[in-house]
């Protein structure tokens, strides 16, 4: 199969969205995405970007995404967040995914971050094995938190 590896740009980013609604619905959160396609371009291709995606392209059409953005570390300094990892489920197991980490952690070198970092959920096996494949450390005894949006007015609200 050919494929191809480029920067996302703001035409693909009705496809990016469909994607992500695609992850929402495989990780069993099918309501849970509330951004929209008008969101991901005015953070994405603003003065000062939020985030930098990359897409792989199959026949003409985006299958698979990669969207990154940068953290800052008290313990390493610059690291690249993974923030989502997606390919459409046909195609996963051709190579695609392999093609986008390969992208993303070229570009946290060429950033010059000392760490990439993602998450996975604890269920999907494989994912975890194709991470733990590539040589990634998966942490266990770490527990992710987050303040949603009702979470940060509640929070306020008590202030």
């Not at 698979?64 to 300094?77: C, D, M, P, V």
């Not at 197991?93 to 996975?120: C, F, I, M, P, S």
Request: glycine letters at 8%; a negative charge.
């Amino acid at each position: 199969m050919q494929f191809s590896i480029r920067p996302a740009t703001v035409n693909d980013m009705s496809r990016v969205h469909e994607l992500i609604v695609e992850l929402a619905v495989y990780e069993k959160e099918p309501d849970a995405v509330k951004i929209c396609v008008d969101d991901l371009i005015n953070y994405g291709f603003s003065s000062q970007p939020e985030f930098h995606c990359f897409v792989a392209e199959v026949n003409g059409k985006v299958e698979g995404i990669a969207l990154t953005y940068k953290r800052f570390s008290t313990w390493s300094g610059l690291v690249l967040h993974l923030e989502d990892l997606i390919v459409t489920e046909r195609l996963r197991g051709t190579g695609l995914g392999t093609a986008l980490l390969d992208e993303v952690v070229k570009y946290g070198n060429q950033l010059g971050a000392k760490r990439v970092t993602w998450v996975v959920l604890d269920w999907n096996e494989s994912a975890i094995s194709f991470y733990k494949k590539k040589g990634a450390a998966i942490y266990k005894g770490w527990d992710w938190v987050s303040l949603d949006e009702q979470g940060i007015k509640h929070y306020l609200s008590k202030l």
